[in-house]
């Protein structure tokens, strides 16, 4: 019998200051890529428009590939990018939320572009 571990998903924000968009950018463009080691998924990558930080939204097959991709030796290579750099970077583990489901027609339908209720 397969038992089904559950994904781990993962909502990352990190704060970028002005002075270390390039190196922090340079980090994210190289280390992004060493989630496929270890059974994770970037599912979106989305970045505010003034530069000013980044939100990934990540999944991992498990647990375990999680702390794998946390300890991988390339990606603490990668991190000596970082030294000396005040960066805010805060992770939550995140799940779909029930009140996702079925959202546009519980507050009456898509809102117009830049309005809120």
Do not use: W
């Amino acid at each position: 019998m397969k038992h089904n571990k559950p994904e781990v998903l993962l909502a990352v924000l990190i704060d970028i200051p002005p002075e270390d968009a390039a190196i922090v950018l340079n980090y994210e463009d190289a280390v992004l890529p060493l989630l496929n080691r270890h059974g994770g998924r970037l599912q979106r990558r989305l970045r505010a428009v003034d530069q000013s930080a980044e939100l990934h939204i990540i999944s991992f097959d498990s647990r375990e590939g999680h702390e794998a991709f946390a300890t991988d030796p390339s990606r603490l290579q990668l991190m000596r990018l970082l030294q000396g750099r005040l960066l805010r970077q805060r992770v939550f583990e995140v799940t779909e939320s029930a009140v996702n489901h079925g959202t546009s027609e519980r507050f009456g339908g898509d809102l117009p572009k830049g309005e809120t209720r």
